[in-house]
Nanobody, 117 residues
Framework: QVSLVESGGDSVQAGWSLRLSCVAS?????MSWFRQSPGKEREGVAA???????TYADSVKGRFIISRDIDKKTVYLQMNSLKPEDTAMYYC??????????????WGQGSKVTVTS
């Protein structure tokens, strides 16, 4: 079992930036971020592997950056130029592949991000 603890969620205005962090109890090959807005299905945001190769959803390309510190067992999501449509609960996940949501076994409790216009 892998425990994942997210932090960094906040309420900000459109155009601002936020950085989410996720500390894992141990490293997994893929560490990823997903999000879920009220009334919508959970969707993939960004994934990064142990070689630091990253994948992004089209909706966040050019605005969000995923990174990880292997030694600290931590993955980050730098979110820039935030939009109201980025409002969601953001979840850290591990043990899956790329942004294939059903492949992930381990999930954090979520960190809430609210973006106001």
């Amino acid at each position: 079992q892998v425990s994942l603890v997210e932090s960094g969620g906040d309420s900000v205005q459109a155009g601002w930036s936020l950085r989410l962090s996720c500390v894992a109890s141990r490293n997994m090959f893929y560490m990823s971020w997903f999000r879920q807005s009220p009334g919508k299905e959970r969707e993939g945001v960004a994934a990064i592997d142990s070689f630091l190769s990253s994948t992004y959803a089209d909706s966040v390309k050019g605005r969000f950056i995923i990174s990880r510190d292997i030694d600290k067992k931590t993955v980050y999501l730098q979110m820039n130029s935030l939009k109201p449509e980025d409002t969601a609960m953001y979840y850290c996940a591990a043990g899956g592949s790329l942004l294939a949501i059903k492949s992930y076994e381990h999930w954090g409790q979520g960190s809430k991000v609210t973006v106001t216009s």
